[in-house]
């Protein structure tokens, strides 16, 4: 072996082992792991390994909040609330990464106790130790300064500006507006008071809040996705099963390649062009490094 | 001190009802097994205005029947050992001062009032619901003290959050025993609450003249019972007070308005028995004729033809007096699904509140003018405070008489209570050339009662745009209210729900 294989062997080496997405996401090319099988739990923790594992986003002893879409009284097999089998899983890697606390809540469209209750989330996540699923108070939505270009200020959830670690799990699905949901919009859950108000602007107004809040690491969940009369649906009809979860710490990037599954182009989601205008990530799929986990 | 089996039975069933009360509401189940309406279902008040109003039965009154003949055996007991009126009442008002009974009240009265009730229910005007002493406690709770409860603690609690932000965590488990279990889940402000507390608080307050005022004078569920309880075959011995005692008219709350004892009155409270110094007082067994009593006395018979055709004439009057509606106030006349004539359900409501207590996004409230003043408590639905959640059922679970009809779910959704209607000088589409459709977005029906097209147009500083126009499709939409609730515009919504015929 010459000693230029040599040293290029063992630079690959530790670059595979050691630096894949801690560098790449953040300085260099983005990532986006995608995962996809029967076992949802299990899709769920390879999608999150294949970009280093949870322990490069969580630390020991940090309050993590997973943020899930719970917008709708529908069952979990109509793919309009996040999978709580996707939820379960990425919360044991939060806890398994040191986790000191976990926080699951949203601000629901529908009345909140009968979209958690329907969720299925509170359900499968009861019994866990260091789990606090609870409904949004009215008191915490803090009047927060954004300074964007549709929103100056709005009250955003205060457990979520507070929490050390911010962990957006959506699903994807339809959206009569915005063409489709996904994790720049799931923002909209940390939103307090009349939220309808910025569907008149929602592409700034969506860049506004995510250049406040970031998501440290973005779940996309496709195990069922929405094809029609989203964001609430109510219809199997609607319902396409894809088995699949994408993960990255590049929101704009995850929504980008998530645009995909459903044969649309990222450049037809307003959402994402404005967001990557904005400096929010890489929509771009051929600036992407997307790994088949 | 002794304490009577009537005291603890009292007591006991305070605590049903108030248990039965907190638990009228969503659990996380879609079924309601038990509720309050347990009480007015047992209630022959409730019965017997539903039998000249509707001129029919339904099984859910069948306990209402146990009860009246109960009390035709036993007396009045129900309000000596159940009401948790008079419960309230004999708690709160046992250091009370009496000053004289007020004569006015002595009179019949209260068979005016019964009878009155009973013709108004027989011309399809059923207002027995607003003089029910049940239904005057279960409103002054919902729209008043339980919001009240629910404002405080929850005042308290964002106020330590003021103090401690997320720190009051520490303390939490205390609030949220009582966010789970106690407390309504979130505080609504109802119309008529001053009313409803008003009138309870009155009935408190006639307490200065006379034990169990309302109770002997007034309450029309206490006349009835009263008499059927005539018919009892237990009667009091001795049939009145003793030369050499007299503290039975001390001890009484109501059957010795004078020396003779009054059979309608007693409510089998026990206390003359059990504090009787000689042990003479028993209520044996026998059969009398009822109606007899008073006829010896040279007071007035009960039934006289002149309380009966009295009431027959105030009773038609009063039924058609106040029958005038406004018709733009019909339009947003929105009742609770499952509700197809307005007559029918004026026939059956009890105006207990229980709709709005278990309403679960508190879109039902009571009803001040839009039916008529004879409307008064009757649930309307205000889609700009809450809209009737699509799959919630809960309503027509508690009802107690079947005027909300307790339906599938799958029923329900398609039930109409009113349709959408949008207004093109508000809607933002349409008025000022910007996208929003959060009322599509909420619409519930699968299929989309609210759809749009998808134009393009040039707003107003000259830019190209493509707008998403909402517009209703009538057939599918079922009047839930969730656009106009949703609807982001300050103020008035852009649309609204309109009534509608239903066929």
Known sequence: MKRRDFLKAT?????????PSRLMAQSGQPVVAVAEGTDHAAVTRRAVAALGGMKVVVKPGNTVVVKPNIGWDRKPEYAANTNPVVIKAVIEECLAA???????????????????????????????????????????????????RFLKDWPLYDEALAADVFINVPIAKHHSLTGLTLGLKNLMGIMGENRGHIHRSIEDALADVNSRVKSHLVIIDATRVLTAHGPQGGSLKDVKVLNKVIASRDIVAADAYATTLFGMNPRDLSTTVTAHKRGLGEMDLNKIKVIKA | MKVTASRISQLFFLALFLFLFIITDYRGKDEISVAVNSFFRANPLVLASYLFAVKGFTALLIPAILTAVFTVILGRFFCGWICPLGTIIDLLTKKMRRSAPIRFLKGPLKYYILFTLLVMSLFSVNISGVFDPLAILIRA????????????????WSGLYGLAGGGRDHVGFVYHFLRDYVLPFRETFYPLAFLSLAIFLFILFLERFEKRNWCRNICPLGTLLGLLGRFSIFSRMPGRICKDCG?????????FDEEIFQADGCIRCMQCRVKCRFDRVVFPFKVKKAFASAAGTGKQPVLSKRILLGSLFSGIFLSKAFSFRRPEKDHRL????????????????VRCGECMKVCLRSALYPDLMRAGITGIFMPVIIPRLGYCEYNCTLCGQVCPTGAIPGLSPEKKKKSIIGTAVIDRNLCLPYAKKLNCIVCEEHCPIPEKAIRFETVSDVDYQGRKVILKRPYVI??????????????????RSAIEVFARKKA
């Open chain 1, 98 to 148: 040191g986790a000191k606390k976990v926080k699951i809540f949203d601000n629901t469209c529908a009345d909140p106790r009968r979209c958690y209750e329907n969720s299925g989330i509170p359900a499968i996540l009861k019994g866990m130790k260091n789990v606090e699923v609870k409904h949004v108070e009215n008191e915490r939505f803090k009047k927060t300064t954004l300074n964007g």
């Open chain 2, 474 to 491: 009538d057939e599918l939409c079922n009047g839930c209210g969730i656009c106009e609730n949703k609807c982001p515009l300050e103020g």
């Open chain 2, 141 to 156: 709770l919902t729209f008043f003290l339980y919001p009240l409860l629910g404002y405080t603690a929850r005042a308290g």
């Open chain 2, 334 to 349: 929105l009742r609770p699904p499952g509700v197809t004539s307005e007559s029918e359900f004026l026939k059956k409501c």
């Open chain 2, 247 to 255: 503290e039975c008219k001390d001890h009484c709350a109501t059957a």
């Open chain 1, 11 to 19: 630079l690959s080496t530790l670059l595979a082992s050691q630096l």
